[in-house]
């Protein structure tokens, strides 16, 4: 059985920094790409960033120059470096990795909360 599992968010001023890290884990062929998607309430999930399993990398237009996504491949993990944090950056990050079992499916982990407030 496959599990994300995500650590680092929490409670931030603007302009403070946090890393998100998120390591995969169970019986598994290979990890393909990596990455993070965030909600926030009453909004649309949307891509943060990814990148793949030879660190090609693709940022949204709203974290480019601030966030910083990195990958360990020999340990299955993915990170992101967030700095320069604005309110607008709060919700709940969700890790996300694609990953060939039987074959090649998503799989998401539970979700961390990033709240960026003075």
């Known amino acids: 059985q496959v599990q994300l599992v995500e650590s680092g968010g929490g409670l931030v001023q603007p302009g403070g920094s946090l890393r998100l890290s998120c390591a995969a884990s169970?019986?598994?062929?290979?990890?393909?790409?990596m990455g993070w998607y965030r909600q926030a309430p009453g909004k649309q999930r949307e891509l943060v960033a990814d990148?793949?399993?030879?660190?090609?990398?693709t940022y949204s237009d709203s974290v480019k120059g601030r966030f910083t996504i990195s990958r360990d491949n020999a340990k299955n993990t993915v990170y992101l470096r967030m700095t320069d944090l604005k309110p607008e950056d709060t919700a709940v990050y969700y890790c996300?990795?694609?990953?060939?079992?039987?074959?090649?499916?998503?799989?998401w982990g539970q979700g961390t909360q990033v709240t960026v407030s003075s």
């Open positions: 169970g019986s598994f062929f290979s990890v393909n790409t």
């Open positions: 996300y990795a694609s990953i060939w079992v039987e074959t090649m499916d998503d799989y």
């Open positions: 990148i793949s399993s030879v660190h090609s990398i």
